[in-house]
Protein backbone atom coordinates (compact mmCIF):
# COMPACT_ATOMS: atom_id res chain seq x y z
CA UNK A 1 0.00 0.00 0.00
CA UNK A 2 1.60 3.24 -1.09
CA UNK A 3 0.15 6.84 -0.11
CA UNK A 4 -1.83 9.10 -2.09
CA UNK A 5 -0.28 10.47 -5.30
CA UNK A 6 2.81 10.63 -3.91
CA UNK A 7 3.19 6.71 -5.38
CA UNK A 8 2.18 7.29 -8.85
CA UNK A 9 5.22 7.05 -10.66
CA UNK A 10 5.57 3.86 -9.39
CA UNK A 11 5.42 0.52 -11.78
CA UNK A 12 2.36 -1.07 -10.29
CA UNK A 13 0.19 2.07 -10.18
CA UNK A 14 -2.55 2.89 -13.34
CA UNK A 15 -2.64 6.61 -13.00
CA UNK A 16 -6.25 6.70 -15.03
CA UNK A 17 -7.93 9.67 -13.52
CA UNK A 18 -11.78 8.75 -12.10
CA UNK A 19 -14.21 11.25 -10.73
CA UNK A 20 -16.80 11.10 -7.92
CA UNK A 21 -19.25 9.20 -10.05
CA UNK A 22 -17.21 6.01 -11.65
CA UNK A 23 -18.39 2.90 -10.65
CA UNK A 24 -16.09 0.21 -9.42
CA UNK A 25 -16.12 -3.62 -8.00
CA UNK A 26 -14.74 -4.02 -5.28
CA UNK A 27 -15.28 -5.88 -1.81
CA UNK A 28 -12.17 -6.15 1.03
CA UNK A 29 -13.02 -8.89 3.81
CA UNK A 30 -11.48 -11.59 5.98
CA UNK A 31 -12.16 -14.51 3.82
CA UNK A 32 -10.21 -13.09 0.74
CA UNK A 33 -7.18 -15.36 0.37
CA UNK A 34 -4.72 -11.83 0.08
CA UNK A 35 -6.01 -10.40 3.71
CA UNK A 36 -3.83 -8.04 5.03
CA UNK A 37 -1.03 -8.53 2.33
CA UNK A 38 -2.13 -4.56 1.37
CA UNK A 39 -0.55 -3.93 4.89
CA UNK A 40 3.02 -5.04 4.17
CA UNK A 41 5.40 -3.73 1.86
CA UNK A 42 3.79 -0.18 2.69
CA UNK A 43 5.11 3.23 2.08
CA UNK A 44 2.53 5.42 4.13
CA UNK A 45 2.33 9.14 4.51
CA UNK A 46 0.90 9.89 7.92
CA UNK A 47 -1.51 13.08 7.53
CA UNK A 48 -1.86 15.54 10.46
CA UNK A 49 -5.41 14.01 11.49
CA UNK A 50 -3.82 10.34 11.18
CA UNK A 51 -1.13 11.35 13.71
CA UNK A 52 -3.78 12.64 16.40
CA UNK A 53 -6.26 9.70 15.90
CA UNK A 54 -3.42 7.36 16.07
CA UNK A 55 -1.74 8.79 18.89
CA UNK A 56 -5.49 9.31 20.74
CA UNK A 57 -6.19 5.54 20.25
CA UNK A 58 -2.47 4.12 21.60
CA UNK A 59 -2.64 6.95 24.57
CA UNK A 60 0.85 8.90 22.83
CA UNK A 61 1.97 12.13 23.11
CA UNK A 62 2.51 13.34 19.62
CA UNK A 63 6.10 13.53 20.50
CA UNK A 64 6.17 9.78 21.64
CA UNK A 65 4.31 8.73 18.42
CA UNK A 66 6.59 10.27 16.16
CA UNK A 67 9.20 8.63 17.75
CA UNK A 68 7.94 4.88 17.85
CA UNK A 69 5.98 4.65 14.78
CA UNK A 70 6.93 7.34 12.13
CA UNK A 71 10.06 8.19 9.90
CA UNK A 72 10.80 11.71 8.07
CA UNK A 73 10.69 12.16 4.67
CA UNK A 74 11.19 14.93 2.03
CA UNK A 75 7.84 15.11 0.53
CA UNK A 76 9.32 14.85 -3.43
CA UNK A 77 8.69 18.26 -5.13
CA UNK A 78 8.28 20.46 -2.36
CA UNK A 79 11.37 19.72 0.21
CA UNK A 80 8.84 19.56 3.13
CA UNK A 81 9.15 17.32 5.79
CA UNK A 82 7.23 14.85 6.50
CA UNK A 83 6.74 11.22 8.33
CA UNK A 84 5.87 7.64 6.93
CA UNK A 85 4.77 5.00 9.35
CA UNK A 86 7.36 3.25 9.96
CA UNK A 87 7.80 -0.59 9.18
CA UNK A 88 8.56 -3.73 11.14
CA UNK A 89 12.53 -5.03 10.03
CA UNK A 90 10.66 -8.27 9.84
CA UNK A 91 11.62 -8.75 5.69
CA UNK A 92 8.35 -7.97 4.59
CA UNK A 93 8.46 -3.92 5.46
CA UNK A 94 4.73 -5.12 7.65
CA UNK A 95 2.87 -2.05 8.94
CA UNK A 96 3.50 -2.28 12.94
CA UNK A 97 -0.13 -2.70 13.52
CA UNK A 98 -0.93 -5.56 11.09
CA UNK A 99 -2.00 -8.90 12.40
CA UNK A 100 -2.73 -11.96 11.15
CA UNK A 101 -6.71 -11.10 12.06
CA UNK A 102 -6.56 -7.96 10.51
CA UNK A 103 -5.38 -4.27 11.81
CA UNK A 104 -5.03 -3.47 15.44
CA UNK A 105 -6.06 0.44 14.60
CA UNK A 106 -8.84 0.02 12.03
CA UNK A 107 -11.55 2.11 13.29
CA UNK A 108 -8.52 4.81 13.72
CA UNK A 109 -6.57 3.71 10.32
CA UNK A 110 -4.62 6.65 8.68
CA UNK A 111 -6.17 8.02 5.29
CA UNK A 112 -4.60 6.41 2.79
CA UNK A 113 -5.83 3.33 3.98
CA UNK A 114 -9.38 4.14 3.73
CA UNK A 115 -8.70 5.47 0.11
CA UNK A 116 -7.14 1.84 -0.76
CA UNK A 117 -7.26 0.52 -3.51
CA UNK A 118 -8.12 4.30 -4.65
CA UNK A 119 -5.25 7.20 -4.53
CA UNK A 120 -6.12 10.58 -4.45
CA UNK A 121 -3.86 13.35 -6.27
CA UNK A 122 -4.64 17.41 -5.74
CA UNK A 123 -3.64 19.71 -8.33
CA UNK A 124 -4.90 22.37 -6.36
CA UNK A 125 -7.33 22.47 -3.26
CA UNK A 126 -10.79 22.71 -3.98
CA UNK A 127 -12.33 26.37 -2.47
CA UNK A 128 -15.59 24.20 -0.71
CA UNK A 129 -17.30 21.30 -1.58
CA UNK A 130 -19.56 22.71 -4.80
CA UNK A 131 -16.27 23.44 -6.64
CA UNK A 132 -14.13 20.75 -8.19
CA UNK A 133 -11.07 22.28 -7.97
CA UNK A 134 -8.49 19.69 -9.33
CA UNK A 135 -8.85 16.90 -7.09
CA UNK A 136 -8.91 13.90 -9.13
CA UNK A 137 -8.48 9.59 -8.09
CA UNK A 138 -6.79 6.84 -9.47
CA UNK A 139 -6.96 3.08 -8.78
CA UNK A 140 -3.82 1.52 -7.01
CA UNK A 141 -3.86 -2.08 -8.89
CA UNK A 142 -1.52 -3.87 -6.80
CA UNK A 143 -1.32 -7.39 -8.39
CA UNK A 144 -1.63 -9.28 -4.85
CA UNK A 145 -5.23 -7.59 -4.61
CA UNK A 146 -7.97 -9.73 -5.22
CA UNK A 147 -10.88 -7.12 -3.59
CA UNK A 148 -11.71 -6.35 -7.69
CA UNK A 149 -13.05 -9.92 -7.92
CA UNK A 150 -15.77 -9.24 -5.74
CA UNK A 151 -19.00 -8.19 -6.49
CA UNK A 152 -19.89 -5.27 -4.86
CA UNK A 153 -20.33 -1.95 -6.75
CA UNK A 154 -19.40 1.63 -5.23
CA UNK A 155 -19.40 5.02 -6.61
CA UNK A 156 -16.19 6.62 -5.54
CA UNK A 157 -18.33 9.25 -3.68
CA UNK A 158 -19.79 5.91 -2.00
CA UNK A 159 -17.02 4.49 -1.03
CA UNK A 160 -15.00 7.99 0.48
CA UNK A 161 -18.02 8.04 2.71
CA UNK A 162 -18.04 4.55 3.50
CA UNK A 163 -14.61 4.72 4.93
CA UNK A 164 -14.56 8.23 6.15
CA UNK A 165 -12.06 9.71 4.33
CA UNK A 166 -14.50 12.40 3.63
CA UNK A 167 -13.93 13.76 7.13
CA UNK A 168 -9.92 13.26 6.96
CA UNK A 169 -9.78 14.73 3.58
CA UNK A 170 -11.87 17.89 5.51
CA UNK A 171 -9.90 17.98 8.51
CA UNK A 172 -6.76 17.48 6.21
CA UNK A 173 -7.63 20.40 3.71
CA UNK A 174 -5.63 23.12 5.45
CA UNK A 175 -2.62 21.03 5.02
CA UNK A 176 -3.13 19.61 1.77
CA UNK A 177 -3.88 23.25 0.33
CA UNK A 178 -0.36 24.49 1.91
CA UNK A 179 1.43 21.18 0.11
CA UNK A 180 0.00 22.06 -3.12
CA UNK A 181 0.58 25.15 -3.03
CA UNK A 182 4.39 24.97 -1.96
CA UNK A 183 4.90 22.19 -5.07
CA UNK A 184 3.46 24.93 -7.44
CA UNK A 185 6.65 26.86 -6.22
CA UNK A 186 9.90 26.78 -8.55
CA UNK A 187 12.62 24.48 -7.31
CA UNK A 188 14.68 27.95 -6.84
CA UNK A 189 12.49 28.77 -3.96
CA UNK A 190 13.72 27.35 -1.00
CA UNK A 191 11.72 27.25 2.39
CA UNK A 192 14.26 27.90 4.97
CA UNK A 193 15.21 25.68 8.09
CA UNK A 194 13.39 27.29 10.36
CA UNK A 195 10.09 27.34 8.15
CA UNK A 196 10.39 23.96 7.65
CA UNK A 197 10.76 23.32 11.61
CA UNK A 198 7.68 25.01 12.08
CA UNK A 199 5.65 23.18 9.32
CA UNK A 200 7.15 20.01 10.92
CA UNK A 201 5.86 21.16 14.66
CA UNK A 202 2.45 22.27 13.58
CA UNK A 203 1.49 19.42 10.71
CA UNK A 204 3.01 16.50 13.36
CA UNK A 205 3.35 17.03 16.87
CA UNK A 206 0.39 19.21 18.45
CA UNK A 207 1.36 18.36 21.99
CA UNK A 208 4.64 20.77 21.14
CA UNK A 209 2.96 23.26 19.01
CA UNK A 210 -0.01 23.67 22.05
CA UNK A 211 2.92 24.60 24.24
CA UNK A 212 4.09 27.18 21.62
CA UNK A 213 0.92 28.58 21.55
CA UNK A 214 0.00 28.42 25.09
CA UNK A 215 3.61 28.82 27.10
CA UNK A 216 5.01 31.36 24.67
CA UNK A 217 4.69 34.87 24.30
CA UNK A 218 2.51 33.72 21.08
CA UNK A 219 -0.81 34.82 22.77
CA UNK A 220 0.69 38.32 23.73
CA UNK A 221 2.00 38.89 19.93
CA UNK A 222 -0.98 38.37 17.82
CA UNK A 223 -4.75 39.07 17.98
CA UNK A 224 -6.45 35.94 18.54
CA UNK A 225 -10.08 36.08 19.76
CA UNK A 226 -10.94 34.66 23.18
CA UNK A 227 -13.62 31.97 21.88
CA UNK A 228 -10.76 30.76 19.97
CA UNK A 229 -8.60 30.57 22.60
CA UNK A 230 -10.72 28.44 24.85
CA UNK A 231 -11.66 26.12 21.43
CA UNK A 232 -7.96 25.75 20.76
CA UNK A 233 -7.12 25.06 24.11
CA UNK A 234 -9.63 22.08 24.65
CA UNK A 235 -10.13 20.66 20.92
CA UNK A 236 -6.74 19.52 19.05
CA UNK A 237 -8.63 19.38 15.69
CA UNK A 238 -10.00 23.22 16.01
CA UNK A 239 -5.44 23.67 16.98
CA UNK A 240 -4.90 21.50 13.96
CA UNK A 241 -6.96 23.93 11.83
CA UNK A 242 -6.22 26.88 13.91
CA UNK A 243 -2.06 26.13 13.24
CA UNK A 244 -2.57 25.85 9.70
CA UNK A 245 -4.26 28.76 9.12
CA UNK A 246 -1.10 30.46 11.03
CA UNK A 247 1.18 28.69 8.95
CA UNK A 248 -0.47 29.46 5.58
CA UNK A 249 -0.38 33.24 7.15
CA UNK A 250 3.79 33.09 8.33
CA UNK A 251 5.09 31.21 5.58
CA UNK A 252 2.98 32.48 2.18
CA UNK A 253 3.01 36.39 3.99
CA UNK A 254 -1.20 36.79 4.27
CA UNK A 255 -2.11 38.80 6.67
CA UNK A 256 -4.72 36.54 8.18
CA UNK A 257 -3.12 37.00 11.49
CA UNK A 258 -2.61 40.52 13.12
CA UNK A 259 0.01 41.26 15.34
CA UNK A 260 -1.44 43.23 18.76
CA UNK A 261 0.45 46.73 18.80
CA UNK A 262 3.97 46.36 19.40
CA UNK A 263 4.71 43.05 19.08
CA UNK A 264 7.97 42.16 17.45
CA UNK A 265 7.84 40.18 14.20
CA UNK A 266 10.67 37.86 15.28
CA UNK A 267 8.05 35.33 16.43
CA UNK A 268 7.91 34.22 12.69
CA UNK A 269 11.74 33.90 12.78
CA UNK A 270 10.32 31.16 15.52
CA UNK A 271 12.33 32.44 18.55
CA UNK A 272 9.55 31.38 21.03
CA UNK A 273 9.95 27.76 19.58
S1 LIG B 1 -2.78 0.92 9.66
FE1 LIG B 1 -4.04 -0.90 9.54
S2 LIG B 1 -4.95 -0.84 7.49
FE2 LIG B 1 -3.23 0.58 7.47
S3 LIG B 1 -1.48 -0.60 6.71
FE3 LIG B 1 -1.48 -0.72 8.96
S4 LIG B 1 -2.58 -2.59 9.47
FE4 LIG B 1 -3.07 -2.08 7.33
S1 LIG C 1 -8.68 -7.42 -0.96
FE1 LIG C 1 -7.10 -5.87 -1.34
S2 LIG C 1 -7.53 -4.40 0.31
FE2 LIG C 1 -8.51 -6.31 0.93
S3 LIG C 1 -6.98 -7.43 2.13
FE3 LIG C 1 -6.77 -8.10 0.00
S4 LIG C 1 -5.11 -6.79 -0.76
FE4 LIG C 1 -5.92 -5.79 1.05
Known sequence: MNTSDDSMSEASIQ???????HRFEFKCHPGVTCFTKCCRGINIILTPYDIIRLKDRLELSSEEFLALYTEPQILEKTDLPVVTLKVLGDGDES????REDGCIVYEDRPTTCRYYPLGVASLSHKENENTDGEEFYFFVHEPHCLGFE???TWTVRDWRRDQGVDIHDEIN???TDLIVRKRSFP???KMTEQSKKLFFMVSYNVDKFREFVFESSFLDRYQVDKATVERIREDEIALLEFGMKWLTSVLFNQDMFQMKEGAEQSIKQ???S
Open 173 to 175: AGW
Open 15 to 21: PVRVGLN
Open 187 to 189: PNI
Open 95 to 98: CPFV
Open 150 to 152: EEK
Open 270 to 272: GDD
